[in-house]
């Protein structure tokens, strides 16, 4: 028997500490690929705690139900106010995605038709749409919230038929108006609403979607003419900005990203960099370069699936960057730095692994023996300051801490990580700092 569910739930088996669980999260990821390729939504059940409601909210989960929401009960409670809080965070954090260009959607509103709610008949809009050709939509609001839209193209098919006209002709057009509509905040990101129109029902797939400000009244509209060439100058910014060697966002993003972050009470940057890359490509050639580059980057990526929040940044060169919205432990750096030591046996020959060296003109022109490639990551957090830093000086920082790291490498063969322990205090672009 063919079944097309419009739900599906997720068991709390597997909600239940899914915050901790790469496996969980990966299939959560594959179950909402599905849903949305077939039109179901999904929802979760079990969800106890706050980390559980996040992650499965971050994932793009977007009806749960649990403990931690309400208690069982015969009818519908409300939500107590603290959770509708933390929720509305959630939400906010959302409303920019990890490509932050400031592109305003406010500036592509149009204020169209409005009208107040049983004002108008359907007779009255007949002759309002023939007048003005240009108009193409009307919206309907109580107490200046939207809650309704008609389209011309909508309006004149419901209409259509040999009664259809004579049926409503009287009637108010908040009858035949369409309750299923699309609003977003004006502060919303043009990616997050290109994905919300295009996952809408078909029916309503190109209608035009409602602005709203902070307080929930009506701005105007943006169709979806705007969202897609919008959207696609904003997708040729994105790849035009991304390294063309390993695809990830380069300088442009990282700029908007490091703006965005510094922002936040909780943050980690960590600066990778491999040691001694120079002398391997001048060794091995660029091409085996570029693969030891690319193989980094899929390590990189496989790293932050692990970290809630985290974006990967390809500076340049050997440079990387992560940015982390919550802590990161050493436990993770160690394991980070474990998995790229085993990796790079495969980049040097069988000799040259087993010696832990090679022979190489380093940068003064001298022949010297080179040790293996080691990464050094520089660990920089929101507690190393006591005012939001420009993002130039935590370049500074960055570079101190990793010629840190690099000799500590140099000593023992292995990659390794430094946290900075100390307190800054940003003085007109002066850097001082205070031992804690």
């Not at 057009?173 to 290109?194: F, G, H, M, Q």
């Not at 390809?314 to 394991?335: M, Q, R, T, Y």
């Not at 003064?364 to 293996?372: A, D, F, M, N, V």
Request: proline content about 4%; glycine content about 6%; hydrophobic content about 35%.
């Amino acid at each position: 028997v063919a079944m097309s569910p419009h739900y599906i739930k997720i068991d709390r088996a597997i909600v239940n500490d899914i915050h901790n669980s790469s496996y969980k999260q990966n299939l959560i990821k594959s179950l909402i690929a599905f849903s949305d390729n077939v039109d179901t939504s999904l929802i979760a059940e079990g969800i106890e705690t706050y980390f559980e409601l996040k992650t499965i909210f971050r994932l793009g989960v977007r009806y749960g139900q649990g403990f931690y929401l309400s208690k069982p009960a015969p009818f519908p409670q409300d939500i107590s106010p603290d959770i509708l809080q933390e929720i509305d965070e959630l939400v906010d954090a959302r409303k920019r995605t990890k490509y932050s260009f400031d592109i305003s959607v406010s500036g592509m509103v149009i204020r169209p038709l409005t009208l107040p709610a049983n004002s108008m008949t359907c007779e009255e809009l007949d002759n309002q749409f023939k007048k003005n050709t240009k108009n193409t939509h009307v919206v309907i609001t109580d107490n200046g919230r939207p809650y309704a839209i008609i389209t011309r193209l909508y309006f004149y098919s419901y209409l259509s038929g040999n009664f259809g006209y004579a049926i409503y002709q009287k009637k108010y057009i908040d009858a035949v108006a369409k309750r299923e509509i699309l609003c977003i905040n004006e502060y919303s990101d043009l990616r997050t609403i290109s994905r919300l129109a295009m996952s809408r029902r078909l029916e309503n797939l190109y209608d035009p979607i409602i602005v709203v400000d902070n307080q929930g009244l009506f701005m105007g509209t943006i169709t979806m003419k705007q969202v897609i060439k919008s959207a696609f100058d904003l997708e040729i910014k994105i790849a035009t900005s991304a390294n063309p060697l390993t695809q990830l966002p380069g300088n442009i993003i990282i700029g908007f990203w490091l703006e965005e972050i510094l922002q936040k009470d909780k943050y980690t940057l960590l600066y990778c960099d491999l040691d001694n890359f120079k002398e391997y490509n001048d060794t091995y050639g660029f091409p085996r370069g570029d693969d030891l580059l690319k193989s980094f980057s899929r390590i990189l990526s496989g790293f932050i699936e692990c970290l809630p929040n985290s974006k990967l940044g390809h500076i340049g060169g050997d440079d990387f960057i992560i940015f982390s919205e919550n802590a990161v432990s050493e436990k993770h750096l160690e394991d980070l730095c474990t998995i790229f030591d085993k990796h790079r046996r495969d980049f040097f020959s069988p000799d040259h692994f087993k010696q832990g060296y090679y022979s190489a003109i380093n940068r003064q022109g001298e022949k010297k023996s080179i040790p293996l490639i080691s990464l050094s990551i520089a660990a920089i957090t929101d507690n190393n300051f006591f005012e939001v830093p420009h993002p130039n000086q935590l370049g500074q920082i960055a570079a101190m801490l990793k010629n840190q790291v690099k000799i500590k490498n140099r000593e023992t063969g292995k990659s390794g990580f430094l946290f900075d322990r100390r307190k800054y205090s940003i003085k007109n672009t002066k850097i001082g700092s205070i031992n804690k």
